[in-house]
């Protein structure tokens, strides 16, 4: 641990931004994982409804600089094609 006092508290304070991004990104897995299970099923309406949480926390990981613009943009595409290539 640190000596100095503002380094002791900058250490506290990348400890809580830690917590906090490891949170938003099992967040984030668990979304896809939704959408990946409805494909699995078969189930349009639930796989669409997923797809678009999927999204939403795609787009936040980004805008909070937890993934890149390029993943999120992938996985999207990759997670749309499968969306649509249910039969409704």
Known sequence: MANIKSQKKRALTNLKRQNAKA?????????????????EAKDKEAAV???N??????????????????Y???QKSRLAKLVN????
């Open 23 to 39: 949170g938003q990104k099992s967040e984030l897995k668990t979304a896809i994982k939704k959408v990946l299970a409805a494909v």
């Open 49 to 51: 409804k997923a797809y």
């Open 72 to 74: 999120a943009s992938r």
């Open 53 to 70: 949480e999927a999204n939403k926390c795609l787009d936040k990981a980004v805008v909070s600089s937890i993934k890149k613009k390029n």
């Open 85 to 88: 290539s249910i039969e409704a």
